[in-house]
T-cell receptor, first 112, second 117 residues
Framework: SQQGEEDPQALSIQEGENATMNCSYKTSINNLQWYRQNSGRGLVHLILIRSNEREKHSGRLRVTLDTSKKSSSLLITASRAADTASYFCATLRGDSSYKLIFGSGTRLLVRP | DARVTQTPRHKVTEMGQEVTMRCQPILGHNTVFWYRQTMMQGLELLAYFRNRAPLDDSGMPKDRFSAEMPDATLATLKIQPSEPRDSAVYFC???????????????FGPGTRLTVL
């Protein structure tokens, strides 16, 4: 089964609102990453948080990591229609130097 | 602006035909990944190369799939013979290991959408 599972599967919000997506995983990790995929496109790396970090910011993105609960959240503040995409968490397991395990993704729709 | 390129972007073929997908990693990256994305299975790692050597192809059906890196600028994924269940989007990604030897960030190409009839 997949290492990362995202919640919710789909999210629809109004432009300007905040969007929160959650990810749970099963084993120890080196780091956890979030990627965005626009329809028909490849994945784009958004942000990486290491296992010894608890929170990280990048622009309108805020990621938290709780290793005791094996969970992470991605917050997008002041959402824009251009944020409409699928968002995937991916974990690099502690026993691997390369193998990312992707979650099933959250489909975000930001309504203008 | 450096990016991973993949060709073809779309491929429709008939069952039993050979399919070859190509990828040009970002110049200077020495790790290459092949993924398959389907609605049912999500993103699955098929193969991993480092310095052109295949280090992990455990995710690849061995009987019909093969992956190679003839040189540092070209990675190929072949399916022979193709089957309808191979219909998916195939992504190539490249990266560069850091000091700890980990490839933390992967840069994805636009994908090849394969339809096998």
């Amino acid at each position: 089964s997949q290492q990362g599972e995202e919640d919710p599967q789909a999210l629809s919000i109004q432009e300007g609102e905040n969007a929160t997506m959650n990810c749970s995983y099963k084993t120890s990790i080196n780091n956890l990453q979030w990627y965005r995929q626009n329809s028909g496109r490849g994945l784009v790396h958004l942000i990486l948080i290491r296992s010894n970090e608890r929170e990280k910011h990048s622009g309108r993105l805020r990621v938290t990591l709780d290793t005791s609960k094996k969970s992470s959240s991605l917050l997008i503040t002041a959402s824009r229609a251009a944020d409409t995409a699928s968002y995937f968490c991916a974990t690099l397991r502690g026993d691997s130097s390369y193998k990312l395990i992707f979650g099933s993704g959250t489909r975000l729709l930001v309504r203008p | 602006d450096a990016r991973v390129t993949q060709t073809p972007r779309h491929k429709v073929t008939e069952m039993g035909q050979e399919v070859t997908m190509r990828c040009q990693p970002i110049l200077g990256h020495n790790t290459v990944f092949w993924y398959r994305q389907t609605m049912m299975q999500g993103l699955e790692l098929l193969a991993y190369f480092r310095n052109r050597a295949p280090l992990d192809d455990s995710g690849m059906p061995k009987d019909r799939f093969s992956a190679e890196m003839p040189d540092a600028t070209l990675a190929t994924l072949k399916i022979q013979p193709s089957e309808p269940r191979d219909s998916a989007v195939y992504f190539c990604a490249s990266g560069s290991p850091g000091l700890a030897g980990r490839t933390d960030t992967q840069y994805f190409g636009p994908g090849t959408r394969l339809t096998v009839l």
